[in-house]
């Protein structure tokens, strides 16, 4: 008896979203549980766990603290969740920096234990190398320009990138390299509209933007953020929601009709039976 299973529904990888480069938007979200990534599926081409789950799920002050074992936890229960989207999942901060084979080994845990189709690294000198490697060995890799969420502690915060000539030049470059290097995607993150549009124009893979300006291949933003539940959004958010104040509404009236003796009512109360 085989243990195949069949699948109704193809599940996009790296090479659906590689040959979107200048066609219909790639259009991708930010996902972290099993409820949401289901929610999102149908919707969406790609559904990146990012080490932004550090501060939108786990309350972290930035990225910094992100483990591998909470990107691998989170990471499972998006792909039980989902069936149609790619899920690419983020190495955090400090699983790839040291060498092309330590980076190996844990995107080769991060795949193996979560079933995902790629992992995504943010841009640095040695970087590209390390893209080469783990593309030539058989893993995805979606590259990351511009703003460095896991630079925080070296930039100073959460600052927007290529303000300059020569920061600009810097930007475009790490763009060619991890273009070349094999990525299969890059987010462009916190840039002017024109360089999104330089880098969309000279590199091969397509582009996904946050804060990059519509000139990309494709749009992410962090779902947390698009949905409204926090009080703060970026610049570059559009809200299409608002969960934090239906979660108070809902919160509240629950409260009343607890403090009301209304809840439970009948309908929410089982009896015994008669007879």
């Not at 969406?44 to 930035?62: A, I, K, T, W």
């Not at 603290?65 to 909470?70: C, D, F, K, Q, R």
């Not at 995805?140 to 896991?150: D, S």
């Not at 992410?220 to 559009?238: A, E, H, N, Q, S």
């Amino acid at each position: 008896m085989s243990s195949h299973r069949d699948e109704t529904v193809r599940r996009l990888a790296a090479p659906d979203i590689a040959a979107r480069k200048g066609g219909v938007p790639i259009v991708c979200l930010t996902a972290y549980t099993a409820p949401v990534a289901a929610a999102l599926d149908d919707a969406c081409d790609l559904l990146l766990v990012g080490d932004s789950l550090g501060m939108v799920v786990h309350g972290l002050p930035n990225t910094v603290g992100v483990t591998m074992e909470m990107m691998i936890l989170h990471g499972q229960a998006v792909m039980r969740g989902s069936r149609r989207a790619m899920v690419v999942i983020d190495m955090p901060f400090g699983s790839y920096e040291a060498s092309p084979e330590v980076a190996y080994d844990n995107a080769v845990r991060i795949m193996k234990e979560t079933g995902a189709q790629a992992v995504k690294v943010e841009s640095g000198p040695t970087v590209p190398a390390t893209i080469e490697y783990l593309t030539k060995r058989g893993v995805p890799v979606m590259g990351h320009v511009g703003l460095r969420p896991q630079a925080v502690l070296v930039d100073g915060g959460f600052k927007a990138k290529g303000k300059d000539e020569a920061g600009r030049a810097v930007i475009l470059d790490e763009a060619r390299r991890t273009a070349d290097a094999g990525a299969f995607a890059v987010v462009v993150e916190g840039v002017a509209e024109s360089l999104a549009r330089e880098i969309t124009a000279v590199i091969a893979p397509p582009t996904i933007g946050i804060g990059a300006s519509a000139g990309c291949d494709g749009q992410i933003l962090v779902t947390d953020d698009m949905l409204g539940l926090f009080d703060w959004t970026p610049k570059f958010v559009r809200r299409y929601a608002d969960l934090k104040g239906e979660i108070e509404r809902a919160a509240r009236e629950y409260a009343d009709d607890v403090k009301a003796r209304t809840f439970p009512g009948e309908a929410e109360t089982y009896y015994a039976k008669k007879g």
